[in-house]
Antibody, heavy 118, light 113 residues
Framework: EVQVVQSGAEVKKPGESLKISCKGS????????VGWVRQMPGKGLEWMGI????????RYSPSFQGQVTFSVDRSISTAYLQWSSLKASDTAMYYC???????????WGQGTLVTVSS | DIVVTQSPDSLAVSLGERATINCKSS????????????LAWYQQKPGQPPKLLIS???TRESGVPDRFSGSGSGTDFTLTISSLQAEDVAVYYC?????????FGQGTKLDIK
């Protein structure tokens, strides 16, 4: 059974750094890209970008380019989303999802709520 | 970027009645080489992640009730729920995965009348 499990909720202060995780299991992790999606409170879904676990090739949405960094650790089938300096406007639910060959996000994690507040 | 626009923003339908949600993309998401529309529909219930209902504009995912159907091609698409059930209350999103940056519609909130 395919499972995508994300790390738990985080509460941070503006200016702090953060790395959240997304672990895939039940499938060959390096055969599927991983996508990241933001959902701000009470708002819709925003596609942030994707990373290829096989070679760490990344494609960022222009809206998120330079604001976040994707990475992977193939040895533990885990993808990461990180910020070097959080802002209050980064407060949101962040989802990761497995991307199948055609670009479709099929299996989603449960989400990680990031709250940035002084 | 491809802009994806849904209509209406919200919808209230009586139990057992038909619900229809429309989705329009600013450019075609039909790939001529394989004749596939790169358009999906997701359902999101409160406190839950999105759930994939329909891929390739009209292919129902395994386990999705057959009251859900998708149609359309090119730039205009429709999600239809043939007989609304109480458990269908949710926000529905269409999503183009044809070209990066992949984009979602703004969502349609479906309630019971």
């Amino acid at each position: 059974e395919v499972q995508v499990v994300q790390s738990g909720a985080e509460v941070k202060k503006p200016g702090e750094s953060l790395k959240i995780s997304c672990k895939g299991s039940g499938y060959s992790f390096t055969n599927y890209w991983v996508g990241w999606v933001r959902q701000m409170p009470g708002k819709g879904l925003e596609w942030m970008g994707i990373i290829n676990p096989a070679d760490s090739d990344t494609r960022y949405s222009p809206s998120f380019q330079g604001q976040v960094t994707f990475s992977v650790d193939r040895s533990i089938s885990t993808a990461y989303l990180q910020w070097s300096s959080l802002k209050a406007s980064d407060t949101a639910m962040y989802y990761c999802a497995r991307q199948e060959g055609g670009g479709l996000l099929d299996d989603w994690g449960q989400g990680t709520l990031v709250t940035v507040s002084s | 970027d491809i802009v994806v626009t849904q209509s209406p923003d919200s919808l209230a339908v009586s139990l057992g009645e038909r619900a229809t949600i429309n989705c329009k993309s600013s450019q075609s998401v039909l790939y001529s080489s394989n004749n596939k529309n790169y358009l999906a529909w997701y359902q999101q219930k409160p406190g839950q992640p999105p759930k994939l209902l329909i891929s390739w504009a009209s292919t129902r995912e395994s386990g999705v009730p057959d009251r859900f159907s998708g149609s359309g091609s090119g730039t205009d698409f429709t999600l239809t729920i043939s007989s609304l059930q109480a458990e269908d209350v949710a926000v529905y999103y269409c999503h183009q995965y044809y070209v990066p940056p992949r984009t979602f519609g703004q969502g349609t909130k479906l309630d019971i009348k």
